[in-house]
């Protein structure tokens, strides 16, 4: 098992441009969910999913786009990048909406310059 | 969205047991606490769970008292492999967790 895979590692971008954030997980998790995580600051919950097809917001939602077509890949879509959204990005699964351990996958570095 | 306090950072020699107390004052019936370990550029990686009293797995025990207001992470002879970020999180299931800053440990030689 690969676990959950994220890509691009790294990225830069420049205000405006779009991108999407890749996110898959082979464990047949139903939950997926993205973080973003600010320099010496914990966690945000930006959007999850409980399964394919179902959607929702988190925390710090606004200027991302995400969409569940598969139960494996959960991406995400920056509309139109920002200074504001430089940060570390992760992806997580769990087997359910009400299991306690999350897997997280390795990050992506973005920086919107 | 039950949140957490803990200690911005802890340093401890190498072979000590460390013990990191969260409080979580607002902690609901049906939540779970939940410690996570990471490490620089890495995602956070789930250590130990429990509900009440005392839960110990190959890594870490987790002491939560009757009013579970608290609970305390504890690390058995700790090695400089150990130096990370540790957060507490209390939770009803996956979704709606809040990650603080949480507690730096340095674990000295």
């Known amino acids: 098992n690969a676990g959950v895979t994220q890509t691009p590692k790294f990225q830069v971008l420049k205000t405006g441009q779009s991108m999407t954030l890749q996110c898959a997980q082979d464990?047949?998790?139903?939950?997926m969910s993205w973080y973003r995580q600010d320099p010496g600051m914990g966690l945000r919950l930006i959007h999850y999913?409980?399964?394919?097809?179902?959607?929702d917001q988190g925390e710090v939602p606004n200027g991302y786009n995400v969409s569940r077509s598969t139960t494996e890949d959960f991406p995400l879509r920056l509309l139109s990048a920002a200074p504001s959204q430089t940060s570390v990005y992760f992806c997580?699964?769990?087997?359910?909406?009400?299991?306690?351990?999350?897997?997280f996958g390795p990050g992506t570095r973005l920086t919107v310059t | 969205l039950a949140k957490t306090t803990q200690p911005i950072s802890m340093d401890s020699y190498e072979g000590q047991e460390v013990n990191i107390t969260c409080s979580h004052n607002n902690i609901a019936t049906n939540d779970y606490i939940t410690w996570y370990q990471q490490f620089p550029s890495q995602g956070p990686r789930f250590i130990i769970q429990?509900?009440?009293t005392k839960v110990t797995n190959e890594v870490a025990s987790l002491f939560i008292p009757a009013d579970r207001k608290s609970s305390t992470l504890s690390l058995p002879r700790v090695s400089l492999s150990d130096t990370a970020v540790y957060y507490c999180?209390?939770?009803?299931?996956?979704?709606?967790?809040?990650f603080g800053t949480g507690t730096r440990l340095t674990v000295i030689p």
């Open positions: 464990m047949n998790h139903e939950y």
């Open positions: 429990g509900y009440k």
């Open positions: 999180l209390v939770q009803t299931g996956a979704n709606n967790l809040f």
């Open positions: 997580a699964s769990s087997y359910s909406l009400i299991s306690y351990e999350q897997y």
């Open positions: 999913s409980v399964g394919a097809g179902i959607t």
